[in-house]
């Protein structure tokens, strides 16, 4: 007797894997480690230093090391560091390379972590006393003030940065007196009228000393509370550059 046959059934394929979903936070890591890119290439005091003289203008890698006193073997890793985080950008010119930031907001970040420096690290304040308002502890004179009296012709104005930086961009009519040729240009600043000194930005040595050696002359002298990057970034008239 012949056997029954067993009808045949198809046999169905495995289901597709469902894919496990991605985690909500791993996007948001990612976007944390290109964070921390920027905030690593700005953890050092050489490549702040060094990001301050470019917000005064592009410089070559050789005036980056004389300005900032190292090698320039050190000033190219440096500055490789902040282009590899999008903060400076390149530019050949036969065997010379120089660098600029690459976006005006680079100033600001800077800004920010002055502020908070200023606010929460004891020690940054106590450095401002001794070392800055040592030389000159009255308020400086805002931007939009200073801009006001030198319109109606009752400030002098003086930019007390290098030559070079002068050039590429300075307070519509400012004088350059850098600070070691002050003392013998006194003669040139009318000694009717208040002196505001400027010079790369609130931290700047410069202007501070400036201020104290025009007042020792007995002249009526101020600081700008910024200096010309942060004039510019606020789009107040600027000659040059």
């Known amino acids: 007797m012949p056997k029954a046959r067993i009808p045949h059934r198809a046999v169905k394929p495995p289901p597709e894997p469902i894919p496990e979903p991605i ?12 964070l921390a890119l920027i905030a690593r290439a700005l ?3 050489a490549r ?22 190292l090698s320039i073997a050190n000033t190219s890793k440096h500055l490789q560091q ?7 950008t ?10 600029a930031l690459a976006d005006e907001r680079v100033i600001d970040a800077i800004a ?19 070392y800055l308002k040592q030389r000159d502890a009255l308020e400086p004179i ?3 003030e200073l801009l006001a009296r030198a319109r109606d012709g009752l400030v002098t104005v003086i930019d007390v940065r290098p030559p070079q930086e002068y050039a590429q961009g300075h307070v519509v009519g400012a004088l350059n007196v850098p600070l070691e040729q002050l003392e013998s240009r006194l003669g040139e600043l009318p000694e009717d009228r208040e002196v505001v000194a400027y010079c790369r930005g609130p931290w700047c040595v410069l202007s501070f000393e400036a201020v104290a050696r025009l007042r020792e ?14 004039w510019r970034r606020a789009g107040l008239p600027v000659d040059g550059g």
Do not use: C, M, N, W
């Open 23 to 34: 985690p909500e936070k791993a996007p948001k890591q990612a976007l944390f480690e290109h």
């Open 112 to 130: 920010t972590l002055r502020q908070l420096a200023e606010t929460h690290q004891e020690a940054v304040a106590e450095l401002i006393a001794s």
């Open 82 to 88: 902040l282009k590899g985080a999008g903060l400076v």
């Open 90 to 99: 390149p530019r050949r010119d036969g065997k010379h390379i120089y660098y």
């Open 48 to 69: 702040l230093e060094l990001l301050d003289f470019l917000a005064q203008g592009e410089r070559s890698v050789e005036d980056l090391a004389r300005a900032a006193g």
């Open 142 to 144: 805002p931007a939009d």
């Open 43 to 45: 953890a050092s005091a």
């Open 217 to 230: 002359a007995g002249f009526r002298a101020r600081r700008l509370q910024d200096g010309l990057p942060e």
